[in-house]
């Protein structure tokens, strides 16, 4: 069980907007940076945002991250069936000293 | 260019040990604090702890599951940094990455190298 909620898959068709939602506490999310990741099992992961809603150089800007709370949120637009890979939020655990992840959405381009 | 290469992995016994390797380059490797992550068969991204340059206080921290059996250390003078792993249990079979921590993400990632503990 993670300590990050997220929704195990979303799906979408192509040029559509998705959300992915990632669920924490007053601990991590309500209290530290958001970063998120793109995955595609066999390469390395990428960072698509981080300090919530910073994207770095070379990320388009159909990706965007917001944070309210003790929830963060990735949104993509213009859905490209590149897009589809795992995505993963995270963030430092002060009551933990650890970082912690979420358990991973399955983005579908249908 | 910013690159981290991942290597030492392999097949082994449960109760064994392993040390991987992270060979940094493009980037000041003494000046940057460094993260293990793995990812274990059809589960999602687990971290594994965090090193600080030496300038810095404060231990290396380390998540639950391996704490006491995972120990990471560096060589600044060989940009790489190192997961030594002992007491290996099976469900330590999972693709290592090491990551570059920026402040407060993972910026940089290696591409991964398997471990697989079987008997």
């Known amino acids: 069980q993670s300590v990050l909620t997220q929704p195990p898959s979303v799906s979408a068709a192509p040029g559509q907007k998705v959300t992915i939602s990632c669920s924490g506490s007053?601990?991590?999310?309500?209290?530290?940076?958001v970063s998120w990741y793109q995955h595609l099992p066999g390469t390395a992961p990428k960072v698509l945002i981080y300090?919530?809603?910073k994207r770095p150089s070379g990320i388009p800007d159909r990706f965007s991250g917001s944070k309210s709370g003790t929830s963060a949120t990735l949104g993509i637009t213009g859905l490209q069936t590149g897009d589809e890979a795992d995505y993963y939020c995270?963030?430092?655990?002060?009551?933990?000293?650890?970082?912690?992840f979420g358990g991973g959405t399955k983005l579908t381009v249908l | 260019e910013v690159q981290l290469v991942e290597s030492g992995g392999g097949l082994l016994k449960p109760g064994g040990s392993l040390r991987l390797s992270c060979a940094a380059s493009?980037?000041?490797?003494?000046?940057?604090?460094m993260s293990w992550v793995r990812q274990a068969p059809g589960k999602g991204l687990e971290w594994l702890g965090r090193?600080?340059?030496?300038?810095?206080?404060?231990?290396?921290d380390y998540a639950a599951p391996v704490k006491g059996r995972f120990t990471i250390s560096r060589d600044d003078s060989k940009n790489t940094l190192y997961l030594q792993m002992n007491s290996l249990k099976t469900e330590d079979t999972a693709v290592y990455y090491c990551?570059?921590?920026?402040?407060?993400?993972?910026?940089?990632w290696g591409k991964g190298t398997t471990v697989t503990v079987s008997s």
């Open positions: 990551a570059w921590y920026y402040y407060s993400y993972m910026d940089v």
């Open positions: 493009g980037f000041t490797f003494r000046d940057a604090w």
């Open positions: 090193i600080k340059r030496k300038t810095d206080s404060g231990p290396t």
């Open positions: 007053s601990s991590n999310i309500g209290n530290n940076y």
């Open positions: 300090d919530n809603n």
């Open positions: 995270g963030t430092w655990d002060s009551s933990l000293s650890a970082w912690v």
